[in-house]
């Protein structure tokens, strides 16, 4: 069974940091894209930041740019995504998928084929 467990939510301050974790079983990640997605009460669910198989390329949305940074842990079957500084507007559900078929890391929903069950993330004072 090709399974996602994602793990490191919760609730933090803003500036804050959280790490997340994506772990796979069932596949290996050196053959699939992974991608973090997260979706806010009452809107869509958007790309954050995605990872191509071999790890050598990624891609994140402007509003996280410089302060999330995705990485692939091949020895774990792994992926993480740091978030630093936080802010209030990052707060959601956050998803991670994969997907085999993908090129380079491409962050566009529909294309993703395996999904985690998400996490909350909560950044409030």
């Known amino acids: 069974q090709l399974q996602l467990v994602e793990s490191g939510g919760g609730e933090v301050q803003p500036g804050g940091s959280l790490r997340l974790s994506c772990a796979a079983s069932g596949f290996t990640l050196e053959d699939y894209a992974v991608g973090w997605f997260r979706q806010a009460p009452g809107k869509e669910r958007e790309a954050v930041s995605c990872i191509s198989s071999h790890g050598g390329s990624t891609n994140y949305v402007d509003s996280v740019k410089d302060r999330f940074t995705i990485s692939k842990d091949f020895a774990k079957n792994t992926v993480y995504l740091q978030m630093n500084a936080l802010q209030p507007e990052d707060t959601g559900v956050y998803y991670c998928?994969?997907?085999?078929?993908?090129?380079?890391?491409?962050?566009?929903?529909?294309?993703?084929?395996?999904w985690g069950k998400g996490l909350q993330v909560t950044v409030s004072s």
């Open positions: 998928a994969a997907d085999q078929h993908i090129v380079q890391a491409m962050c566009l929903p529909f294309l993703y084929d395996i």
